[in-house]
């Protein structure tokens, strides 16, 4: 056998290898969590349920024409080295049947995203609800009356106000503003009134739903009602800016008890004007004016103190938060290290202000305390 045969041999075989890889990697990564294809709300469900259904069209696809290309491969091959195969110069019926064919594969494709996006509206006591994600979303201009007819869905309102680089939660119907890890009660239909205050960000939960931009000046919605208790992750998906990759999000869906309470605790919290008079550690006291002192309330509210601060991140719960601003788990160790210096995230807006041991040691015994 020449080499060139050898080679276009070997060549052959790295050209099957690749696009089985490259058939199977988006499966592999898709199952990997936070997975889309393990919807735990019925709008991700319409969308799990379309993407297999995609698949399933385009493995038939792929076998058909790979098993022609193999066939003929091997039917036609070149048995001699002076053979000529037959010479065929174009066939107008099979050329119009691969022009048409594709074109109504793409025509079926479409047809069933665009129901799958119809059909995407929060379910109501009386059915569905009259409007769908698509009516309110695509046209910039949501009427004051699709509004309504959304927001009437809804079990529980949630604000979802987008900032470089962190999410802030507004709890429309209890009054009381979170951030970083959202709170839902499992089975009540949870709308998201979605905006912007720079630029544009998107949120997208994989598990919940289908992507949804945030827009500064303009008012979108989406919606979820989750399964079954757990936690939903996700990131901005819209680039905006330094810290983009830095913008996680994070859904907690608890049992309606379970979230009642904790719905409670946060309402508490704002009606109290200092977190430390409830509680008798001087260290904590101290902590608080601290707070106070060096500057930190008037970006970030806590509870009653500086309750109007919205540059950061209010804090009320901060120590039953995850992360710290995104970047690292919310640890004593890193919540040192980021006080001392937030230029660690890009582009982020918090000065380091020259805090004194003592003070330092009282913050952080401070700021464990709101949970
Ligand atoms: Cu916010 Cu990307």
Known sequence: ?????????????????????????????????????????????????????????????????????????????????????????????????????????????????????????????????????????????????????????????IEIVGQQWWWQYNYLDYNFTTAADLYVPVGDVVVLQITSRDVAHAWWIPQLGGKQDLYPGAVTFSWFQVS????????????????????????????????DAWAQAQVAKNQVNAIAITNPSPQVQQGEQVFVQKGCVGCHAVGGLGINAQAGPNLSNFASRRQIAGIMPNTEDNLRSWIVNPSQKPGARMPAIPIAPDEMDALIAYLDTLE
């Open 228 to 259: 079954r208790p757990g936690v939903f992750e996700g990131n901005c998906t819209e680039l905006c800016g330094a810290s983009h990759a830095y913008m996680p999000m994070r859904v907690v869906a608890l049992p309606p008890d379970e979230f």
């Open 1 to 157: 056998m020449s080499l060139r045969r050898i080679v276009r041999r070997q060549l052959l075989w790295l050209g099957g290898v690749i696009m089985l890889v490259g058939m199977l990697l988006p499966n592999a990564v898709a199952a990997q969590s936070p997975s889309p294809l393990d919807p735990a709300s019925p709008n991700a469900a319409l969308i799990a349920n379309l993407y297999w259904i995609v698949f399933w069209m385009s493995v038939a696809v792929f076998i058909l024409v790979e098993g022609l290309l193999i066939y003929s491969a091997i039917r036609f091959r070149r048995r001699s080295d002076d053979e000529l195969p037959v010479q065929v110069h174009g066939n107008n019926r099979m050329e119009i049947a691969w022009t048409i064919g594709p074109a109504l594969i793409a025509i079926a494709v479409f047809v069933l995203a665009w129901q799958v996006m119809l059909a995407d509206r929060p379910p109501t006591a009386a059915g569905l609800s009259p409007v769908s994600v698509a009516s309110v979303c695509f046209n910039n201009d949501v009427t004051p009356e699709e509004a309504a007819a959304f927001l009437a869905a809804s079990t529980l309102t």
